[in-house]
T-cell receptor, first 116, second 114 residues
Framework: AQTVTQSQPEMSVQEAETVTLSCTYD???????LFWYKQPPSRQMILVIR??????QNATENRFSVNFQKAAKSFSLKISDSQLGDAAMYFC?????????????FGKGTKLTVNP | DTGVSQDPRHKITKRGQNVTFRCDPI?????LYWYRQTLGQGPEFLTY????????KSRLLSDRFSAERPKGSFSTLEIQRTEQGDSAMYLC????????????FGPGTRLLVL
């Protein structure tokens, strides 16, 4: 069974600084998708960024970028120029590619605090 | 543009009572998912539908849980004879099947069983 591990229960960053959240996963599949979701306090989960495993190029979305290391099964999220609104729980998630289970497998999350 | 909606947002019930939650997906999405999230944990998969067919169920989904998606539109999740351990946030997500498939989440229903 696939598993996702987030080893940092909590992280903090100063406003305007850069922070990296870690995620590792375990799978025997060669094709899959990886996601970072953000869950602000008492608000719904929203997608931050996605990565297809067959793509070597790391995904970027404005201030958010990933470092995808397929061989190491590592998928970290870098947030640049951190803003107060980035404070939230961040969840790393895995999904098998077409033909496998369609469910998302989540890590336990990292709580990010942004200090002014 | 309407996202995924869930009703009710909060539910307090007594142990042994039945509860039903509703999820309305994004209108063009043919897949619908239910997850459960307890405090300090990531969401855990419960079940998913493609159109009206329930294609996968987690072992977490005991006999007391049932989900339906009549006509492939909205979905309901019913919990019978609730137990205190059922207290959690129940999340619904929807997606459109395809190569760029992404699940979009609703705000959740927070259940408290007393």
């Amino acid at each position: 069974a696939q598993t996702v591990t987030q080893s940092q229960p909590e992280m903090s960053v100063q406003e305007a600084e850069t922070v990296t959240l870690s995620c590792t996963y375990d799978t025997s599949e060669s094709d899959y998708y990886l996601f970072w979701y953000k869950q602000p306090p008492s608000r719904q989960m929203i997608l931050v960024i996605r990565q297809e495993a067959y793509k070597q190029q790391n995904a970027t979305e404005n201030r958010f970028s990933v470092n995808f290391q397929k061989a190491a099964k590592s998928f970290s999220l870098k947030i640049s120029d951190s803003q107060l609104g980035d404070a939230a729980m961040y969840f790393c998630a895995y999904r098998a590619a077409q033909g496998g289970s369609e469910k998302l497998v989540f890590g336990k999350g990292t709580k990010l605090t942004v200090n002014p | 543009d309407t996202g995924v909606s869930q009703d009710p947002r909060h539910k307090i019930t007594k142990r042994g009572q039945n509860v039903t939650f509703r999820c309305d997906p994004i209108s063009e999405h043919n897949r619908l998912y239910w997850y459960r999230q307890t405090l300090g944990q990531g969401p855990e998969f419960l079940t998913y539908f493609q159109n009206e067919a329930q294609l996968e169920k987690s072992r977490l989904l005991s006999d007391r849980f049932s989900a339906e998606r009549p006509k492939g539109s909205f979905s309901t999740l019913e919990i019978q004879r609730t137990e205190q351990g059922d207290s959690a946030m129940y999340l619904c997500a929807s997606s459109q099947q395809g190569i760029r498939e992404t699940q979009y989440f609703g705000p959740g229903t927070r259940l408290l069983v007393l």
